[in-house]
């Protein structure tokens, strides 16, 4: 269908101020300064083409590098509260790509150029019978394509057109493609939902999901993509199977269905797979018919005596119990399974408020749990200790955690009660004892800089030059009282990047030059600086990228 130069087709007014007020300003939070000078670049060349909109979706193509366009997609997300984008390009850095920020501008400035699928829609249901399929007619003479979506989705023709996306090995290079094809099924899906086609809705969702489980061994989802994708085909089928009006045998051969898409899953989708399955449930009849399935289930995988599955299957029926409100066999379940249990239990005993008894089972726990679940029990109790007013073996739990995984949140934990308890002193000599002995600079380093000790802090940082980021906290900490010993961490994270040789290492040690070159010029030694940039270029005059990224600096 052509355009129309009538101005009804054009935007105008929008529904949510978030996404149809947007100024320059607004569109440069959405990402770095890189990436919106690059789309403002895109945008000032005329690249934004085959620009629509409908509802708060903004879609359109922008012309890169390579001979075809890369095609966006950005919404606004209600549940979300903010702008999201999908564009066909491999750019996976930032959110928003320069793409997607080159649609952005257009669509603030050059607002007239989209057009209102809406208003095309509303002035459609004007015309006479004979005038749409005239229409249509003209469409798919002018684009063939635009015949998949006029296919009834239970035709053999529709499912070989689903068929064929996967009739390759999918390189990882032709995700996103991928992605944006499954994803305008799926938007169809879910209007025909929104427009109470339920059943219609149903089949069409039910057959990209099982399409997706059956093909993914088939893609190259290193990003987690396709996943990402079914965990919301997902979440959307269970919302539909929820008000599904179908006879009970219908219903029950579907959860059956669901479940054995469950228990036969080869790729670690079973998450997804078992909220849905639970999701899916609102009477009395779905929840038995999950339960029975799921204890037999649970039997089959207890015969094998593997712990992972069958704590897979507890939880299940954990959360249909939890979701239907049957404490009685919820506690039942804990109880008889704990080794598979034992964090559900505590958490449900906190929420009740039993702090002595989750304390109790959290002290039980322990015999069970290994590597990191132990870890996490140990500072669970610490917590229950805690809360108890039991704050001398409180620490001793945070403090026998943090040995075993050294995270900031633990550190945070120790310091705050030890203060309390007037033991910082204390705790402090033994911590960076044990810190030094493990060779940990960034806890070092960050409790050096709370307590402003940056001298210390700086020989750790000099000791551990590749922590990067942690040196970096001390040079900034640095700048105002010790200039020369941040210049010196700046120079120093530069030299082990360029060490690296590839270009985004030259461009990360220009970032840091130009720190140095900042506090040497306050310190009046600009000269001395431009001296030893020199230096550095002559050092490494075969290396032509980084004597690019030096050019300018």
């Given amino acids: 269908m052509m355009r129309s130069k009538n101005a009804e087709y054009w935007v105008v007014n929008f529904l949510s101020k978030e996404l149809f ?7 440069k939070g959405l990402c770095s300064k890189k990436v919106f000078d690059r789309g403002l670049g895109y945008f000032r060349e005329g690249r934004v083409s085959n620009t629509l909109v409908h509802g708060l979706i903004l879609h359109g193509e922008v012309a890169g590098n390579e001979p075809k366009s890369y095609k966006i997609k950005i919404k606004y997300g209600e549940k979300e509260r903010r702008l999201i984008a999908k564009c066909t390009c491999p750019f996976d850095l930032e959110e928003f790509c320069k793409h997607s920020i080159a649609l ?41 394509s635009i015949i998949n979506y006029l296919l009834d989705t239970n035709s053999k023709t529709f499912k070989k057109q689903l068929e064929a996306l996967f009739s390759n090995q999918v390189n990882y290079d032709d995700v996103r493609e991928l992605i944006e094809k499954l994803e305008e099924v799926r938007d169809a899906a879910e209007k025909l939902f929104e427009k109470k086609n339920v059943q219609e809705s149903f089949d069409l969702l039910k057959e990209i999901i099982d399409l997706c489980i059956r093909n993914y ?114 506690l039942f379940l804990c109880e008889k399974e704990f080794k598979h249990s034992y964090l559900r239990y505590i958490e449900y005993l906190e929420t009740k408020r039993q702090i002595n008894e989750a304390a109790q089972c959290c002290t039980r726990a322990l015999y069970f749990a290994t590597g990191f679940l132990k870890t996490d029990l140990i500072e669970k109790l610490g917590d229950l200790k805690y809360a108890q007013g039991s704050y001398g073996e409180s620490l001793s739990l945070y403090i026998e955690a943090f040995e075993d995984r050294r995270e900031d949140k633990l550190l945070k934990k120790i310091r705050h009660l030890s203060e309390e308890l007037a033991l910082w002193k204390n705790v402090r000599d033994k911590l960076i004892s044990f810190l030094k002995q493990k060779g940990d600079s960034h806890n070092l380093i960050k409790i050096y800089l709370k307590e402003g000790d940056l001298t210390s802090a700086f020989r750790i940082a000099s000791l551990y030059t590749t922590n990067r980021l942690d040196a970096e906290s001390v040079a900034k900490a640095s700048e105002e009282s010790m200039p020369h010993k941040a210049a010196e961490i700046y120079r120093n994270i530069a030299e082990e990047y360029i060490k690296q040789s590839d270009r985004i290492s030259y461009r990360a040690a220009k970032y840091y030059y130009k720190s140095m070159k900042r506090l040497y010029t306050s310190l009046g030694k600009a000269e001395q600086f431009r001296y030893y940039i020199d230096g550095i270029k002559l050092a490494n005059k075969r290396k032509h990228a980084l004597q690019e990224e030096l050019s300018n600096l």
């Avoid at 007020?21 to 569109?27: G, H, P, Q, T």
């Avoid at 208003?119 to 399929?133: G, H, P, Q």
């Avoid at 899916?280 to 599955?309: M, P």
Wanted: net charge negative; with cysteine; aromatic share 8%.
């Fill in 217 to 330: 061994g088939n893609v190259d989802d290193s990003d987690g993509n396709i996943a990402g994708f079914i965990e919301d085909s997902v979440e959307l089928y269970s919302r539909i199977i929820q008000v599904l009006n179908v006879e009970w045998t219908v219903k029950q051969k579907i959860h059956e269905d669901n479940w054995k898409m469950f228990v036969m899953d080869e790729y670690g989708l079973s998450d997804y797979i078992s909220k849905m399955i639970v999701d899916s449930c609102t009477i009395e009849n779905d929840f038995n018919v999950i339960e029975k399935l799921a204890l037999e289930e649970l039997q089959k995988r207890k015969e094998k005596e593997d712990g992972y599955a069958v704590s897979e299957i507890v939880n299940i029926l954990l959360d249909i119990y939890e979701k239907k409100k049957d404490d009685e066999k919820f």
């Fill in 21 to 27: 007020n947007l100024e320059n300003k607004d569109v």
């Fill in 104 to 144: 952005l501008l257009h669509w603030i400035h050059k607002r007239e150029e989209f057009l209102n699928i809406d208003l095309v829609l509303n002035d459609l249901r004007t015309k006479s019978k004979e005038e749409i399929l005239r229409l249509i007619e003209e469409s798919i003479t002018a684009n063939p």
